[in-house]
């Protein structure tokens, strides 16, 4: 395995140490050590704002943590849940008195531990309400959605939210009208490696992609001959426009994630052509972004996320966020978040 | 090639408009539509800040446009220098009437289109000065030592000089010390495939690992065994303390980049022992980043870059920047500076 690292057994928690290592001035361990916050939270009169997940998936969910993002973060073995003690970390750490919202992904496990968590809490008087997010339409059966790349823009409007102080029960209320405006769709190009066993957890053979592959590259909706970027950026909208109706004039934000080993390029190029389908349908891109957001070790491939905004959401999404694996450049601002410690 | 791509030919034009469409709202295309400049630039009273470079090292260069950073840059084909027109066509956008930096890396061909573009635009009153980036230690002889990640840096800092309305003299003098004072290192753990011949260039033996690989993939230093992360960041650090001294109590920003296909998270490990054998030293760490912030198409492997820190370039290292490709979440900042027209 052509990789850096000491001890495949302990990637995990190597990479959490060095990564809390590295950005010291945002991000803080604690004594849960599959748990983080940023450094000024809990944050005077403001809603927490807490995620989770397995690992993997690189900048999530670590990456979100910082000014007007994430409060907390509970971290999970490689594509696998956190434990309910780590959730409940990250919910004592967020907790500044108004509550907690935590925003996750729509897979059974990961339920469980929350559920767990947010029982343990509630005896200290915690309050935390829940986001499922389900944005993945790969799955045409709602219950059955997994969450995706998506909840990285619930994390956004969520964090927003809570900075400008709204109430636990309007973070909540505008966090589920975003999810319900908002679907996600992936393809895959090339299987990940994972790392503890070395090799791929599945094939997709040269030639071939899969539409639909899941963030834990399996169940994928159908595999099909490699296209065109420009085919398969139709494909890709075309999926997720049987899960979501856009109507004329409609505002949206655009979101294309890498999967790990795609070139920003690539998404660039896809990028042309989602766009060019939108106009055709009279759609307004209101904002558009092209990145590695979320991804899942190694694997090629990309998702594409929309988002249909209304002017509530706009205003969220506008806010300036600071987010830990993205303010390298922009960090002098980082800092000036008030604390109640 | 298991890439999202129409025709491979077309992939660094497609590319870059993809990057344009995307961020409409920061970047702009010129006539010449191989160089592309920063929405708000030319700056009123501010020196014009240009780099260029052969396509393929996402999100270098066009990513680094923005705010307090680049105002123009040139782009070549995959792993070749821009055109002359090119360059020339980024400084006329660039130029404010206090004249442009072109900081570049340290390619022969690279510095005969740069050459060749000063002197076209000599002859309609726009001074050009250059600072030649040669921070890769892999050639031990200083005239041939090429140039890196560490380019980054040095466009953050010459994009805060220009933005704290220093004189172009005073840009080159403090570039060329932050030059002085860096350097960086790669290692390469698997070649990467050339979009337009659809294979490597070279071959990385599975095993093996490359020190001192060459951004291009070629020209490394010694092939040797693949070892452990600790191993490698020690290697990494000696052969960058061959071509610098560091002394107790030095202040350094430490700066870890990807080459394409290598997780945020091995970088994260690597950080660790970047760290502890720098503490061990008495060297002081002020900043630290690691990201994919200089990559090499697909190529496994990362770049440790050091810089020797003093009072001046803390100031600038620490100005708020919000180049294009890092800029999705703290968005709302990037539209508040002035334009001249």
Same mark, same amino acid.
């Given at each position: 395995?052509?990789?850096?690292?000491?001890?495949?057994?302990?990637m995990?928690?190597?990479?959490i140490?060095?990564?809390?290592n590295?950005?010291?001035n945002?991000?803080e361990?604690?004594?849960?050590e599959r748990s983080?916050?940023y450094?000024?939270a809990?944050i005077?009169?403001?809603v927490g704002?807490?995620?989770?997940?397995?690992?993997?998936h690189?900048?999530?969910f670590?990456g979100?943590?910082?000014?007007?993002m994430?409060?907390?973060v509970?971290?999970?073995?490689t594509?696998?849940p956190?434990?309910?003690e780590?959730f409940?970390?990250?919910?004592r750490a967020?907790?500044?008195?108004?509550g907690?919202v935590c925003l996750?992904g729509?897979?059974?496990?990961?339920?469980?531990s929350?559920n767990?968590? *947010? #029982?343990?809490?509630s005896k200290?008087g915690?309050?935390v309400k829940?986001i499922? @997010?389900?944005?993945d339409? =790969? &799955?045409?059966?709602?219950?059955?959605?997994?969450?995706?790349?998506?909840?990285?823009l619930?994390?956004?409007?969520?964090g927003a939210?809570?900075a400008?102080?709204?109430s636990?029960?309007?973070?909540?209320l505008v966090?589920?009208?975003?999810?319900?405006?908002?679907r996600t769709?992936?393809v895959g190009?090339?299987?990940?490696?994972?790392?503890?066993?070395g090799?791929p957890?599945?094939?997709i053979?040269?030639?071939?992609?899969e539409?639909? *592959? #899941?963030?834990?590259?399996?169940?994928?909706?159908?595999?099909?001959k490699?296209? @065109?970027?420009q085919?398969? =950026? &139709?494909i890709m909208l075309?999926?997720l426009?049987q899960?979501i109706?856009?109507?004329?004039?409609?505002?949206?934000?655009v979101?294309l994630s890498?999967?790990?080993?795609t070139?920003?390029?690539?998404?660039?190029?896809?990028y042309n052509?989602v766009e060019?389908?939108?106009?055709?349908?009279?759609?307004?891109?209101?904002?558009s972004m092209?990145?590695?957001?979320?991804?899942?070790l190694?694997?090629?491939g990309a998702t594409?996320?929309?988002?249909?905004l209304?002017?509530?959401?706009?205003?969220?999404i506008?806010?300036?966020a600071?987010p830990?694996?993205f303010?390298q450049f922009?960090?002098?601002?980082?800092?000036?978040?008030?604390?109640?410690?």
């Amino acid at each position: 395995m052509q990789k850096f690292v000491n001890q495949k057994e302990k990637m995990v928690d190597e990479s959490i140490a060095g990564f809390v290592n590295c950005y010291k001035n945002t991000v803080e361990r604690l004594e849960c050590e599959r748990s983080l916050k940023y450094s000024q939270a809990p944050i005077r009169e403001k809603v927490g704002i807490v995620t989770g997940g397995g690992w993997g998936h690189d900048p999530a969910f670590m990456g979100y943590l910082g000014k007007n993002m994430l409060d907390a973060v509970a971290i999970g073995n490689t594509f696998s849940p956190p434990s309910a003690e780590a959730f409940a970390a990250a919910f004592r750490a967020a907790d500044a008195g108004r509550g907690v919202v935590c925003l996750f992904g729509n897979f059974p496990q990961d339920i469980a531990s929350v559920n767990a968590a *947010v #029982s343990l809490v509630s005896k200290e008087g915690i309050v935390v309400k829940t986001i499922i @997010s389900n944005d993945d339409v =790969a &799955e045409t059966d709602q219950s059955k959605r997994r969450g995706a790349t998506g909840e990285v823009l619930l994390w956004k409007i969520a964090g927003a939210a809570a900075a400008l102080r709204y109430s636990l029960e309007d973070v909540v209320l505008v966090c589920q009208r975003a999810l319900d405006n908002m679907r996600t769709i992936a393809v895959g190009l090339a299987s990940c490696i994972i790392p503890e066993i070395g090799r791929p957890n599945y094939l997709i053979e040269r030639g071939t992609m899969e539409i639909g *592959v #899941s963030h834990h590259g399996l169940m994928s909706k159908e595999t099909c001959k490699l296209r @065109s970027a420009q085919e398969t =950026a &139709e494909i890709m909208l075309a999926n997720l426009l049987q899960s979501i109706t856009l109507t004329s004039g409609d505002d949206v934000l655009v979101m294309l994630s890498g999967l790990g080993n795609t070139m920003l390029s690539e998404l660039y190029i896809l990028y042309n052509h989602v766009e060019d389908a939108l106009r055709d349908r009279d759609i307004n891109i209101y904002r558009s972004m092209a990145g590695n957001y979320f991804t899942s070790l190694d694997m090629m491939g990309a998702t594409l996320t929309i988002l249909r905004l209304d002017s509530e959401l706009k205003e969220l999404i506008e806010l300036p966020a600071f987010p830990a694996a993205f303010d390298q450049f922009s960090s002098g601002w980082s800092q000036k978040t008030e604390s109640i410690q």
